[in-house]
């Protein structure tokens, strides 16, 4: 099968390998990673390892913490301004697509949201570049690459002199390419596209934004309290964070984020230089935003549309429909997927397009 699943999605053979066989046998300690108690030096060990290797992947401040939480992405979307945005504070927000929409109306809960530029007008192909930040906002919230409709931001440099901490969900590019995480106060990202499995999400969070809002937080939303518990308030998702653990290493045997982005480069290049040259398939996103790790393509007749998805079935080619809000074609292109995969897809999009002349 060619996976191009948009999350959960592809991860590499060997980790589902190792996964499998630590779900029997964990370590030779004749116990399944299911039967482990989660305060065990045996799990202290994988969550020790998963973060420093988290880490050393992304480069982090000592202030910067790591935390694997519960909840999904999601859950990010009202813990943050839950955290950061005091009830008389502004907030600034970046609408580029579906997951930014929901983080802006979590946020409206908590505080003032200033909307600081939306690209909804246009169905959100592009990533709206004109806009200001006033300097007392809390934070400014961006989402670096947009899963449903295939943007991203190439140069984050962009945010880094808006003058205000930066808050970033990256839930769908993390670890994909080189980022300097040291300029955000707050990142978070489901696990379940270039992490690891779902269940779990990580959090980095710079110390110095926390404490700072008049609200009583409840136990489980106060970060504070997952920094002082080393992300074992309560029962983690165990196996989760062991499935993290293991991309992580095989991340790192890959020759770690500056490597994976060489790879994802090729990918991305080679379905991108197919689209733009056969005809019958349309590009989504405006050319300088599109995204490397969610490519989204359409075809402008939808009875040739569902000829192509069902070839795609027929031969293996899994998740290549586009998310049911945008239609079309979407192949993710995270960093398990072998360049392979991307090969199979062009030739059998040309093969197609030779066929319907
Ligand atoms: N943000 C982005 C950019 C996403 O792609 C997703 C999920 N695909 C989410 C947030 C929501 O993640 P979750 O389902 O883990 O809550």
Not at 54 to 81: D, I
Not at 205 to 224: A, C, I, Q
Request: glycine share 8%; with cysteine.
């Amino acid at each position: 099968m060619h996976n191009f699943n948009a999350g959960p999605s592809i991860l590499p053979r060997e980790v589902f390998e190792e996964a499998s066989r630590s779900v029997l046998d964990f370590n030779g300690t004749g116990l399944s990673i299911l039967e482990i108690g989660h305060r065990t030096p045996l799990f202290q060990a994988v969550l020790d390892e998963a973060i420093a290797l988290l880490r050393e992947h992304m480069g982090l401040l000592p202030e910067q913490e790591v935390l694997f939480l519960h909840g999904g992405a999601s859950t990010q979307f009202m813990q943050v301004p839950m955290n950061l945005l005091d009830e008389t504070a502004t907030a600034a927000y970046t609408d580029t697509g579906v997951w930014a929409t929901k983080a802006i109306k979590e946020a409206k809960l908590f505080g003032g949201v200033d909307v600081v530029c939306s690209s909804k007008d246009s169905g959100y192909t592009y990533l709206p570049k004109e806009f200001t930040v006033d300097p007392s906002a809390a934070y400014l919230h961006f989402t670096t690459n947009n899963t449903i409709y295939g943007t991203q931001w190439q140069d984050l440099s962009f945010f880094y002199d808006k003058g205000v901490p930066l808050v970033a969900d990256m839930s769908s590019d993390i670890l994909s390419r080189r980022v300097d995480f040291t300029k955000y106060g707050l990142i978070y990202a489901g696990a379940q596209k270039n992490i690891g499995a779902a269940g779990v999400n990580v959090v980095v969070v710079n110390k110095e934004m926390l404490g700072k809002v008049s609200r009583p937080l409840p136990t489980m939303m106060d970060y504070r309290n997952h920094i002082e518990n080393g992300s074992l308030l309560n029962t983690p998702p165990v196996f989760s964070i062991y499935v993290c653990l293991l991309t992580l290493r095989w991340l790192k045997k890959a020759g770690g984020i500056a490597a994976i982005e060489k790879e994802n480069e090729r990918k991305a290049g080679l379905l991108y230089d197919t689209i733009d040259a056969l005809p019958l398939f349309k590009p989504r996103a405006a050319p300088e935003d599109r995204s490397r790790m969610n490519v989204c393509f359409t075809i402008e007749d939808p009875a040739v549309e569902a000829e192509f998805l069902a070839l795609c079935k027929e031969e293996g080619m899994v998740g290549v429909k586009g998310h049911r809000l945008s239609g079309g074609f979407r192949a993710s292109l995270y960093n398990a997927l072998p360049y392979e995969s991307v090969v199979a897809l062009t030739e059998l999009m040309r093969s197609f397009a030779q066929r319907k002349g």
